[in-house]
């Protein structure tokens, strides 16, 4: 949650300062920055893109019924 925070905000300020305030090492954001995507993470985004999908295909409405 941190190394997202980190991530998110990178724009914002250097990376040294957003790990310092966030009281990471730098080195250890890098570490997560070049970390691979688990199993559970890839499904989750395949999951989360068909649900997009669906929601655009249905014109914005939400909700299972309006969505099936």
Known sequence: MRFSFIAKNADMLPIERLCRIMN???RGYRAFRRRPLSLS???DMVVLAH???QFRLSLGSYGRPRMT
Do not use: D, F, T, Y
């Open 51 to 53: 649900i997009r999908e």
């Open 41 to 43: 993470q890839r499904k």
């Open 24 to 26: 990471v090492s730098p």
